[in-house]
Each structure stands twice: as structure tokens, then as C-alpha cells.
DNA sequence: CTGGATCCTAAACGATACTG
DNA sequence: CAGTATCGTTTAGGATCCAG
């Protein structure tokens, strides 16, 4: 596979589309994203129930992933009119492809724990 | 989905196993591995073959890469004892389930880069 | 060619205080 | 409760120099 990620179309601004394209794997390649959107594939949530779910999150980071995803369309905020608010938040349908693809690294996570943690104490044995 | 990705068997220690899946998740989203990964996809790359494909990644950081990927077991180091010396990277088998999720991500990067630009312009339009 | 070590800057992040 | 703003710290990461 290449690195190139871009649509290289006749026309199309190629050096455009694959500075683009390195933005959006840099918005994903996130670690809070990541967990967000993991989160999120439960259903719709509100933000302090994502506060206490995403384990370590801090109030900055979660409002700052969250404002991002929204702007990039892959999570819907719908604020309550109640006094103390109340806001909700739910993958959009493209958001939900990408939990697709977010289930697909916790699996391999999941899959390959055992043998990361042997291959690094093997590695690390291998310096003494 | 749940934001635990350890093991969570009955006698484990299930907060070690969930330290180690994040910091698991932490080496996987991050743009320099996805990247790296992403390129050994063609086959097995020489160091500076590596450092030519990936744009815009520094000596620093590929050596870094290379150097955690090898630990995790991810990726083999092999060196030629030529003068100068020859050093190529391959992935290993599970390195190349990795690669399958990163494929993954490039995809639906690829395939949603217009959405989430539509999107973008969209949202910072509501701004004015 | 590959790669380690060091310095230094810019960015990420957490803690905290404040608002509707 | 949800969100913004500020401050101070930590970290990532680039540039550079040296070595086998």
C-alpha cells in the first residue's frame, strides 16, 4: 500500500488532497478520538456520561475532541433547552463507519495484548 | 463497544491489562506508525527507502518508530554486513494483521475526505 | 547508510477559575 | 451541567553533531 492517500484524479489538486488527507489520519491517529468514538458506538451519550466513561479524560480534551468531531460531521450535539442543560451526543451515519474501523483496532488490541507484552520483555531481556 | 479492551477473565488482573491496551492504543494512533506500517505494506523497505516514502518524516522519528515497532514485534529488523551497512524493515505476521486495520483507516480516510471537508466549511461557515 | 545523543522550540495537555 | 479561558508544565518533535 501506498502512503499517498489522496484521489489522484486527472484534474484534481493531488498535493491538495493528500495534505488533506494526512490532516484527517492525523484527527483519527488520536488516542481520545479513538476512545470518543468507541464510546459513542453504545449509543447516545451526554457529555458527563462520556466524562466518566473515557477513563482519564480530562474536561479540556473531551470538549476540545468533541467539538472537532462534530465539526468534521462524524458526531450530531443536540442541546436540551432544560435548566441545568443537558447535552447529548450521537455518531452520525459516516460516524458510524468510522466506528467500524475504530472496532477494528480494539479488536486487534484485544487480539495481540499478550503477544506485545512478550515481545517487549523479550526485547528488553535481549539489552541487558 | 465499551471503552475496556483488556481481557477481563476472572482472575486477571483487569487494571493491568487495561494500562497495557492503552498504551497499546497509544502506539496505534499515531500518525508516524500508521504511516510506517501503512509503507512496509508494499514489501520490505530499506531505512532510507522508508525515509523517502514517508513525507515529511524527521531521522528522528522513523528511527523511533522502527526502534518501538521492533519491540512491540510488529516489524523485523534485518542488517546486511556490507560496508556501508543495509538495514531493511518486513512485517511480521502479526504486524501484517495490523496492517489489514490500517488499511483500514486509509480507506475510510480515502473515502470520506470530501464529506469531512464539505463538512469542515460547513460548520465554520455557522460561525460567522 | 544507519542510528544514537543532545539541545531547544512549539505544541499538547492538565489544573484551575469563571460563566450561562 | 456544559462550556470557555488562562496559566504552567510536560512532551513531542525537528535540527544538528557524532559514530560504526
Known sequence: MSTQVGTADAHGDVTHA????????D???DRWVLLVISALGDGTLRYSQLR????G???????????NLERD???ARHVHPTSPPQVDYTLTPPGRT???TVSGICHWTRDHLDHIETARRAYDAKLS
Chains 1, 2 share one sequence.
Do not use: P, Q
Open 73 to 75: 460531521g462524524l458526531i
Open 27 to 29: 484527527r483519527i491517529a
Open 98 to 100: 468510522l466506528l467500524r
Open 57 to 67: 479524560i480530562s474536561h479540556k480534551m473531551l470538549t476540545r475532541t468533541l467539538r
Open 18 to 25: 493528500n495534505s488533506v488527507a494526512r490532516e484527517v489520519i
Open 52 to 55: 466518566t466513561r473515557i477513563d
